[in-house]
């Protein structure tokens, strides 16, 4: 997939900030979406995820907001803590078994 | 309540050697199983998928295979490895539809 032979962005922010990353996807037809946050030498975990019949999630600091119109997909993070850096990635899935996993985005925090 | 192992979680082997990696699911029954390569900053590449014993889908062509002999077992396997196969190798399971749930992944270093 297209994520593989990228270098992943990075976001930088300061202990206590809110954090955006976003996730653009590509296959209209996706009608549920993940968020996974990779800590280093870990496997990813799931955060939070969010259906196609829904614009806004929130969960315990985490909020997804979904953008179909323009194929969007974003996760806020509140009052960034150092235990968030980590990498990020959405997924996409249309109902196969096969998620499409973005390219994921590099959070550092700053204590 | 489910959890997922894979072993060894780190694996240094010499280019030639034949690979053995194993992947077990408890507390779910007829799991999709899947086997994701991770290079150091990069995104996951799917490598292989199953619905089923027995059943194995590959996504990319190359030199390591996979098979399922239980329902909760899957095993990635090559005869002769390169050095192109060093990586971080994960391990998911999902009910179709939901969220994946990774391994702590095997760090595998060909030399």
């Known amino acids: 997939g297209e994520s593989v032979g990228l270098h992943l962005p990075t976001l930088s922010v300061q202990e206590g900030d809110n954090s955006i990353i976003n996730c653009a996807y590509s296959n209209s037809a996706s009608d549920y979406f993940i968020w996974y946050k990779q800590e280093s030498g870990k496997g990813p975990q799931f955060i939070i995820d969010i259906r196609s019949n829904m614009d806004k999630r929130q969960g315990q600091r985490v909020t997804v907001l979904l953008n179909k119109t323009v194929k969007h997909l974003s996760l806020q993070i509140a009052a960034t803590q150092p235990g968030d850096s980590a990498v990020y990635f959405c997924?996409?899935?249309?109902?196969?078994?096969?998620?499409?996993f973005g390219r994921g985005t590099s959070l550092i925090v700053h204590p | 309540s489910q959890t997922i192992h894979q072993w060894p979680a780190t694996l240094v082997q010499p280019v030639g050697s034949p690979l053995s990696l194993e992947c077990t699911v408890e507390g779910t029954s007829n799991p999709n199983l899947y086997w994701y390569r991770q290079a150091a900053g990069r995104g996951l590449q799917l490598l292989f998928y199953?619905?089923?014993?027995?059943?194995i889908s590959s996504e990319v062509p190359q030199n390591l295979s996979a098979s399922r002999p239980q329902d909760r077992q899957f095993i990635l396997s090559s005869k002769k490895l390169l050095l192109s196969d060093s990586g971080f190798y994960l391990c998911?399971?999902?009910?179709?539809?939901?969220?994946?749930?990774f391994g702590p992944g095997t760090r595998l270093t060909v030399t």
């Open positions: 998911a399971w999902s009910q179709q539809g939901t969220e994946q749930y």
């Open positions: 997924a996409e899935t249309g109902g196969s078994y096969i998620p499409t």
């Open positions: 199953s619905v089923g014993i027995g059943q």
